[in-house]
């Protein structure tokens, strides 16, 4: 896995509040500190389609099925970070599950194809990765097709042994839907929402890939799998 530069979710006021306390130690901040500025990601609905059928490749590289020489079709989006506790320290060994639609707005489930649409054969759809010593973790996949009553996001769930410790999505920055999406607005208090918009940018100044950093910020508390299973009716908001 390619190493990350960190970033945390930290609010502006206190991002103003640690520079001065900065200024006023010499440069030391205690562990307490960061985890005071630091954001837990906000939960969000698992949706209607988190795979019925999950694929034999499970990789963090969605773009290619093992075994297929074709790739998937769409704008290449690349994303990682670290995992952290609501102290800031990082989690190894937690699993991290990502999946989404394809470019068509279609996800592998028995009722996850869109109206009109067909689902991509070469995209993987689903993946999942491990977190490293420092918490780290990337996926490699494309952006997200889009659909009716949705703005472009990806379906986010974290591990740890046999417990879901958080389920969350993750947006892109500018995309005009986000103003109108449901789910989005109803996403936790505005700096809660503020931490799953990122900002993709290309990789390179002659490059058609996109790529961004986010750090996960998850709590001690596991998920209530009755509540989180609740995804909402096929088809609908997800």
């Known amino acids: ?5 960190p970033t945390f979710h930290i609010r502006i006021d206190r991002r103003r509040l640690l520079h001065s306390l900065l200024l006023a130690t010499g440069g030391i901040i205690t562990s307490s500190v960061y985890a005071e500025a630091l954001t837990l990601t906000p939960r969000a609905t698992e949706g209607p389609y988190y795979p019925d059928h999950l694929p034999l490749d499970q990789d963090n ?3 290619q099925i093992q075994g297929k020489a074709t ?5 290449v989006a690349e994303f990682g970070g670290r995992l952290l506790n609501a102290d800031g ?11 989404q639609a394809d470019n068509n707005g279609c996800y592998i489930h028995s009722r996850g ?3 009109g649409q067909e689902r991509d054969p070469a995209f993987q759809g689903y993946g999942k990765i491990v977190t490293n010593a420092k918490g780290e973790y990337r996926f490699r996949t494309i952006k997200p097709g889009l659909y009716t009553g949705r703005t472009i ?3 986010i769930a974290v591990k740890q042994g046999d417990k879901r410790m958080l389920t969350t999505q993750l947006y892109i920055a500018g995309v005009p839907q986000n103003d109108k999406d449901g789910i989005l607005r109803r996403t936790g ?8 918009i990122r900002e993709f940018k290309p990789k390179s100044a002659d490059s058609q890939e996109l790529v961004s950093t986010w750090d996960i910020v998850i709590g001690s508390t596991p998920e209530d799998p009755e509540q989180r299973r ?7 908001p997800q």
């Open 1 to 5: 896995m390619n190493s990350l530069t």
């Open 61 to 63: 590289d969605l773009l």
């Open 71 to 75: 790739q998937a079709i769409g704008t």
């Open 89 to 99: 320290q990082p989690i190894q060994d937690a699993v991290i599950e990502l999946w």
């Open 113 to 115: 194809t869109q109206r």
């Open 153 to 155: 996001h990806w379906h």
């Open 189 to 196: 208090d505005e700096a809660q929402r503020l931490s799953v």
């Open 230 to 236: 609740g995804g909402g009716r096929p088809g609908g």
